[in-house]
Structures are given as structure tokens and as C-alpha cells.
């Protein structure tokens, strides 16, 4: 079972007469609301600083963006960027989960993220587009590619997070504090398996189905080529693994995933329910956003059987 | 009275580096909703047709565009532009007021838009971004500057229209019928009075108020310089002039309201109550967008007892 790229593909390109979108758009979040889908792209541009930009589109495929970002870096904690969003609905609000890439480190540990140091953060928004922080889930380790479920469990906000180079699951009671006594690794590298030998983080949003939350993944091999997996996570304990398949479910083929900024890369943080459709929006070679699709019953099987 | 410009005028400019807006940008509808400005402004760009533009803002005063138009021509009907945009918040969705200048004129009466035809339409939308079309108040005769309101009295819907030189209230059940014989004229302009001698017509959404429905409107006198003047009309039957104040309350002085693309114009169509002040929004010369503003209770004194 392969996802099935866009004919429109790539959906979505640098514009290279921007200041802050020049070189690369990629890994967006998109969410479905209100009639229409809404996406949160990275984006780098003259200063190589990553910002948040905002597109609105009807059908999923084809977009019309804002001019500016929707969120810029504030202080020195995030100074060199903020990346890689994941928005989920829940509630009635938008929570956004994102990495803050800091010039100064505001942890208690050590910086480890290309010597600067890393905060997985999230924020909070009523409107799609005006975005307040709420703060980090951890500080003082390397921990990101983190994202909030679209529903409480036993009333506790969930998030998966990572501690390379594995998955793990956060419980909070209010989204600043994740204390540490509750967070547990769900699924970790396969060494024996190839593809996902290395390290693996979340994708987009889990899916709650009857059965499981229907979760994609990305994992990298020794050769750093991304792809992306899919697994089967406990309904009401999603560190509890159902089921996951051995074989991945998309890897870079495409030129525009082959070659870019980053050679090899398929990465994903949005993987969105539209009618029995799921349409998995995913970064190539970061520096271009693309669409792929599979049918969700057929997705769901995969998860369960494959 | 007079209202005060803001320090930041014009707060929106066309854009030479795009193909529908790098000419001009003026005459936008502005609504407050969740927590956001949302503007809806006609442009015109290289081939001279009108589109409506939309951008957001946290603040009203400092806009994030989106990159192509919300509105475009359809068919023959609107194919040189669809101008002049009144948004209007009612029972959860979202309704426009706006011109359409059509090649072909589908009316059953003679053209008289520049050779063109016009037709008052009408369209909705329940996320602001995607509109459909309901079709037009009448056809078949210079019909424009229509608006409608933010409430149904008794049980009808209530707009804004101009016959020229008047404005007229109109009445419908269902925003697609408005008969004939439920229309009739509100105010016309004052031949004696210079500013409001030779036409009028409504400006934004009206406001109510406990003591009536406070109106803003546009005139032009001999020389055809466009100024704003305001109103209160009756709460239960809008067609009932209270009080018409005999000066204007706004008119163009700025470089960039006397020369444009039109000389000599300030044109609103919309008057946002933000807090307790007013901000009124006008395209400047048919070139730029400018914000002025007012005390809320300052204008309705003005109106009440000017």
C-alpha cells in the first residue's frame, strides 16, 4: 500500500519575489474548518530564518496565501526560526504545535540542535490567524516533531513528542504543564527493518477511528532518506501499539523529493480526513510542498493488517 | 464634526508587482468577526477589471493580503468587474453587497453604466473567503450602492439601495425577491445645500442604536467631489428620516484623496464600530484605502442634533 501523489503536484512553491518565502515552503500543517482547508506552511526566506505562513484554499489543492507570515520569531528563544507546525482543533479552539530554534538556550540543559537548542512549544489561536504562545511541553533537551490529540483522554490534553530517536506520548491538564512522571516512549526505531532503522517522530494529527488512533510517522535510515509509516495506537492508551506494519507507506520518488534543500525527504505534519479520503500534505526535499491521498478505510486496513 | 484621519493613512496600497491589483485598491467593505478585521476591497489591475481582494488584520490598521482575489468576474454580467463591496454579519452567515458591470446586459431595461449595464448583487458566504452568488436586487435599471442590513425588522430582510438620486429602502423574505412594491425612497440629495446638491448614496452597513439606524452616506455636489455625511433614520421603519444634519462629516483634503485615479473622492462602504469608536474606511481618489475615524457617541450626537 503506497499514498498516491496529486496530479497538481507540487502544490505549493517558494516565491521567489518575497523577503521571508524565498527559498523553501514545506511541512505544513492544514486543517479542515468551516468549509474550508487552511494551511500553516514553514517557510524560508533572504535571511534562511524560518516563519509560518498562512494559505486558504476550497479544495485542498489549490491555494491562496497570505503576503505576510502569520508567525515570526519574537525573542532570542526562537530567533533562528519557528518550524514544522502541527494544528490541531479541539474544543473550540486551534492549538498549533511548533519548534522554536533559539540563538540564546532558555533550558536548564544542553543546547543540541545545531549548537543553539531547541524548545518544542505550542500556541494557541480562536481565529486560524492571530496565534498567542502558551509555552514549551519540556526545555533543556532535544525534543520536537511534537503534536496535540484532537481530543482529551481521561480528561488530559495528549501529545506525542520525541526523545530521539523515539516516540513518545505527554499527558498535560492544561497545555503549559507535561510533567515528566507521565510521559512514556510509544514506538521507537526498527535497526533490523531499513527504512525506519534510525529514528521516528509523529506526522500530522492522529485519526480516531473505532478501532485505534491512526497514526502516519516519518523515519530515517542510515542513508538520512525520509519516508513516511503508518502504525495502529490503543484508543484509550495510545502508547499501548496495536499494530505496526513493516513496510513504509511513501518515500521520495519525485525529483522535487530526490533533490532541494534537503536531498530525500518526504515529511509530513498534517494528514487530513476529507469525506473517506485522507489527504497527507508533506514537504519534498524542503523546499516544496506536495499532496498525496489513500482511501481511509483502505489506510485504516493497512494499519490494522498490513 | 468632522472625522480624524489616522496617522497611518493610507493604510492600503495597489501592488505594482501583481496582474489584478497594480493599479488600485479603494472602496472596501471591512467587517469585525472572531476576533479579526476582515477587509473585502475592490482592485484593479492590468487589464482594468475590478476584483475584490480580501485581507485580515488584528489591529484594522495593518493588513495581511491574501495573494489573489476572493471575487472574480463569472460570465458576461460581471465581466468588466465586480465592484464596491458591503459585507453584512446576519443569522451566522455572511452576505455582500456588490456591483456588477457587466459586457452583456441581462436586464430587461436599457443599459446606463457606461454603455455597460449594472446589476445590484448579491452574494454569501459562511467563511468569508468562498462566495456564492444569490443574484441581483433588481435588473434592468441603474441600480447600486445597495447594502443590506444587519437585522431583519419585521421578519424582512432590510437594504439599502440607490435609485438615482436618491437612496431607497428595499424588503425581502428571502434575499432574492425584493418587490417592487415594498421599495421606496429614504433621502435624496439637497439642492440648496452645496456638498449633498447633485446625488446620494449609502455608505456602510447601518448601525443601530436605541434611538435609530445611524447612517452613513456619500454625496457629490456640482464638481463632483465625493464627501460622507451621516443620518438617523427610524428604528422600525428605516425609510423615516429623524434627523439629516446639513454639513458633512468628512471630505477629501489629503494629496492622495484630491488626485488618483478619480479626483476629489472619499468613499466609504464601511463603518466598523470598534469598541466605542467608529472606523469609517474610504477609498482615497479611487486609488488607495484610508481609515478615518469617530467616537461612537460623538457621531450619534452629530446625527441626533447636528
Known amino acids: 500500500m503506497q499514498l498516491k501523489r496529486h496530479s497538481s503536484n507540487p502544490i505549493l512553491l517558494p516565491n521567489p519575489a518575497s523577503d521571508w518565502e524565498t527559498y523553501n515552503v514545506f511541512n505544513p500543517a492544514v486543517i479542515l474548518h468551516n468549509g474550508l ?17 498562512y494559505a486558504v484554499s476550497v ?12 508567525m515570526e520569531p519574537v525573542d532570542a528563544s526562537d530567533s533562528r526560526g519557528v518550524e514544522d507546525p502541527r494544528v490541531t482543533e479541539i474544543e473550540g479552539e486551534f492549538i498549533m504545535a511548533y519548534t522554536a530554534y533559539g540563538s540564546e538556550f532558555s533550558g536548564e540543559g544542553k543546547p543540541t540542535h545545531f549548537g543553539g537548542g531547541i524548545l518544542p512549544m505550542f500556541a494557541r489561536s480562536p481565529n486560524l490567524i492571530d496565534w498567542q504562545q502558551i509555552g514549551p511541553m519540556v526545555k533543556g533537551e532535544d525534543n520536537k516533531d511534537h503534536v496535540l490529540f484532537p481530543s482529551r483522554i481521561k ?17 498535560s491538564s492544561d497545555l503549559t504543564h507535561w510533567p515528566e512522571e507521565s510521559m512514556r516512549p510509544i514506538f ?22 473505532e478501532v485505534g488512533w ?15 509509516g503508518a502504525c495502529l495506537l490503543g ?24 533533490r532541494g534543500d534537503v536531498p530525500n525527504v518526504v515529511f509530513s505534519c498534517a494528514n487530513v480526513v476529507v469525506g473517506d479520503e485522507v489527504y497527507v500534505y508533506y514537504g519534498g526535499a524542503d523546499h516544496v510542498i506536495g499532496l498525496a491521498t489513500v482511501g481511509l478505510a483502505e489506510l485504516l486496513d493497512f494499519a490494522r493488517f498490513g
Chains 1, 2 share one sequence.
Open 214 to 228: 491512526l497514526t502516519i510517522y516519518h523515519a530515517y535510515d542510515a542513508s538520512h532518506t525520509y519516508r513516511l
Open 59 to 70: 479544495d485542498g489543492i489549490r491555494w491562496n496565501r497570505l503576503n505576510r507570515p502569520v
Open 155 to 171: 480528561g488530559n490534553y495528549m501529545a506525542f513528542h520525541r526523545r530521539s530517536p523515539k516516540v513518545w506520548l505527554a499527558e
Open 235 to 258: 484508543l484509550e492508551d495510545p502508547s499501548v501499539v496495536i499494530h505496526r506494519p513493516k513496510d513504509f507507506i511513501f518515500e521520495p520518488r519525485e525529483i522535487w523529493e530526490l
Open 188 to 209: 521507537g526505531p526498527r535497526p533490523e527493518n531499513g527504512w525506519d532503522s534510525l529514528t521516528v517522530g509523529a506526522s500530522g494529527v492522529p485519526i480516531e477511528t
Open 37 to 53: 482547508f487552511h494551511m500553516f506552511y514553514r517557510a524560508q526566506g533572504l535571511d534562511w530564518v524560518s516563519r509560518i505562513g
